[in-house]
C-alpha cells in the first residue's frame, strides 16, 4: 500500500474525527452543568420539581441514546402542528441528544458524590457560622467534585466512543468516513485507522483525567 | 448573671423523651464536664445549645439572650448571631479535607467575620504555634494522626473567638495514646479560663480539670456538683453504678 493511499484515506477520516472531538467538547460542557441542575432539581425539597427530575432521569438512562437520537432527528418533525417547527439541523439535533442524555448520567454521578459527604462537613460548616451559599460552594462541592472525578472520567470515556451513533443519524464522523471507504476499496485498513484514532482520543482523556486526579488529591 | 441558662428543656423523638426537663445554669469561666452512659442524651443537650438539634420544649439562653424561649425559637438572624458566641469541636474533627490546616482555621474568619487578612493570618499563626502544630500548616488534613486532627479543630473554632466552646466527646475518636495531647490543650484553655462544656468518658478529665460535673441519665440530670464531691460522694443510686462501672 503506497504512502500517498494511506494519506488520502487518511485526511478524510481525520476530518470526520473533528467532528466527533466537536460532538464531544459540545455534550461535555454542556451536558455536566445541566447534570448538576439536576442533582439539585432531585434535592429539591419542592417535591414537583424533585419528581420531575427524577422522572426526566429514569426516562434518559432507560431507554437507548440510539432511540432518543433518531426520535429527536426524525420523531419530533412528525409531531402534529408543531413539527414543522421542529427539523433541526442533524448536528444541532445530535448535540442536543447527547447533552440530554449524559446530563441523566452525570446527575446520578453527582447525586452520588454528594451522598458520599459526611454530615459532619455540614455541621462543621454551620456551626463556624458559613451560610447555605458559603457552605455549598466553599465546602460541599470542591469535595463533591472530587469524589465524582474517576466517574466522570469514565463516563467522558463513554461518550467518546457513542459519537460513533452520529454514523445512525448521517451526520458525518470518524466511522462515517471509515465505512465509506471500506466499502469502496474492499479493504479494513480504514476501520483499523478508526480504532488507532479513538484510542488516541480516549487516551488524551485518561491522561487528563489522571492528573486533575492527583492535581486535587488533598493528602 | 449565668452565661447560659437552660431551663426545662424537652425533646423526643416519636414516643422516646431523649430530653426531659433539662435544667442547669453555666456560669463564666466554668469548666463543666458532662457524663453519663451512651444514651444517655448528653450529645443531644450539647448539640441543641449551638443549634445543631431542635428542641421541642424549653429555654436556652446565652449571655442573656435567648435562642429558644419556651419552645420558641428567634428568628433566623438571631439564632445565627446567638449561636455565634459559641464554638464547638465534634467527636469526629470534621475537619475540611480538601483544604490546608491553614486555610481550615482562616475559611471562617475570612468568609463570615470579614477580618483583615494580616489579623487573620497573625491568629492562625498563633494559634498553630499554641497547638504545637506550626509546621504543619501547608499541610492537608488527611497527613495528620487523630490527635493533630483534634487539635486543629479546637483551633478552628477558636479562630472565631468564642465566648464558650462546646466539646462533644472530643477525644472519643482517638486511639488510647493520643487523647493526652488533646486534652493537655484543653486543659490549658481551662487555665486561660475559657468557659467549656464538655462531654465526656474521660474521668480524669472531668476530675482534675471541670469545675462542675453533670451526670445525666436516660434524658435527666440526675446530680451535679464539684467533681470530687460527686465522685467521693454521689448522692444517687444510679450515679454510684455508673461512677463505678467507669472508673473500674
Redesign the interface.
Known amino acids: 500500500m503506497s504512502i500517498n493511499y494511506f494519506i488520502s484515506i487518511l485526511k478524510p477520516m481525520l476530518e470526520g474525527a473533528q467532528m466527533t472531538v466537536l460532538l464531544f467538547l459540545i455534550a461535555i460542557v454542556l451536558s455536566i452543568p445541566l447534570g448538576f441542575v439536576l442533582t439539585l432539581a432531585v434535592r429539591s425539597s419542592f417535591k414537583p420539581v424533585s419528581w420531575f427530575a427524577q422522572i426526566y432521569i429514569y426516562v434518559m438512562r432507560g431507554t437507548p441514546l440510539l432511540l432518543q437520537l433518531l426520535f429527536i432527528c426524525f420523531g419530533l418533525p412528525m409531531l402534529p402542528v408543531i413539527g414543522d417547527y421542529l427539523v433541526l439541523d442533524r448536528f444541532v439535533a445530535a448535540c442536543l441528544g447527547f447533552t440530554l442524555n449524559y446530563a441523566a448520567y452525570f446527575a446520578e454521578i453527582f447525586r452520588g458524590g454528594l451522598m458520599a459527604i ?1 454530615k ?2 455540614y ?2 460548616a ?5 451560610n447555605k451559599w ?1 457552605t455549598m460552594t ?2 460541599i462541592l ?2 463533591m467534585f ?1 469524589i465524582a472525578l474517576p466517574a466522570v472520567a469514565n463516563e467522558s470515556v463513554t461518550l467518546v466512543k457513542d459519537t460513533a451513533l452520529l454514523y445512525a443519524v448521517a451526520v458525518p464522523e470518524l466511522l462515517h468516513y471509515a465505512q465509506t471507504v471500506v466499502n469502496r476499496d474492499f479493504t479494513i485498513v480504514p476501520f483499523f485507522i478508526a480504532g488507532i484514532i479513538y484510542l488516541i482520543l480516549t487516551l488524551l482523556l485518561t491522561v487528563l483525567f489522571k492528573w486533575l486526579e492527583q492535581r ?1 488529591k ?2 | 448573671m449565668a452565661l447560659i441558662e437552660v431551663s426545662n428543656l424537652k425533646k423526643s423523638y416519636g414516643k422516646l423523651d431523649v430530653l426531659k426537663q433539662i435544667t442547669f445554669d453555666v456560669n463564666k469561666n466554668d469548666v463543666v464536664a458532662v457524663i453519663g452512659p451512651s444514651g444517655s442524651g448528653k450529645s443531644t443537650m450539647l448539640r441543641s445549645l449551638i443549634h445543631l438539634e431542635e428542641i421541642d420544649g424549653g429555654s436556652i439562653c446565652i449571655s442573656g439572650e435567648y435562642l429558644v424561649r419556651d419552645g420558641i425559637y428567634s428568628k433566623p438572624q438571631e439564632i445565627k448571631r446567638i449561636t455565634s458566641k459559641m464554638g464547638m469541636v465534634f467527636q469526629h474533627f470534621n475537619l475540611f479535607p480538601h483544604l490546608t490546616v491553614k486555610e481550615n482555621l482562616e475559611l471562617a474568619p475570612r468568609l463570615v467575620k470579614k477580618e483583615l487578612n494580616a489579623e487573620i493570618e497573625r491568629r492562625s499563626k498563633e494559634l498553630l504555634e499554641k497547638i504545637g502544630l506550626s509546621d504543619w500548616a501547608t499541610a492537608y488534613p488527611g497527613k495528620l494522626s487523630g490527635g493533630q486532627k483534634q487539635r486543629v479543630a479546637i483551633a478552628r473554632a477558636l479562630m472565631m473567638n468564642p465566648e464558650i466552646l462546646l466539646f462533644d466527646e472530643p477525644t472519643s475518636a482517638l486511639d488510647p495514646e493520643l487523647t493526652g495531647e488533646v486534652l493537655q490543650v484543653m486543659k490549658q484553655l481551662a487555665e486561660e479560663h475559657m468557659t467549656m462544656i464538655v462531654v465526656t468518658h474521660e474521668m480524669g478529665f472531668a476530675k482534675e480539670v471541670a469545675n462542675r460535673v453533670i451526670f445525666m441519665d436516660n434524658g435527666e440530670i440526675i446530680e451535679s456538683g464539684h467533681p470530687t464531691e460527686l465522685f467521693t460522694n454521689p448522692k444517687f443510686e444510679r450515679t454510684k453504678a455508673f461512677l463505678k462501672r467507669s472508673l473500674k
Open positions: 459526611d459532619g462537613q455541621e462543621a454551620q456551626v463556624l457560622g458559613l458559603q466553599r465546602i470542591p469535595q472530587r486535587f488533598f493528602d
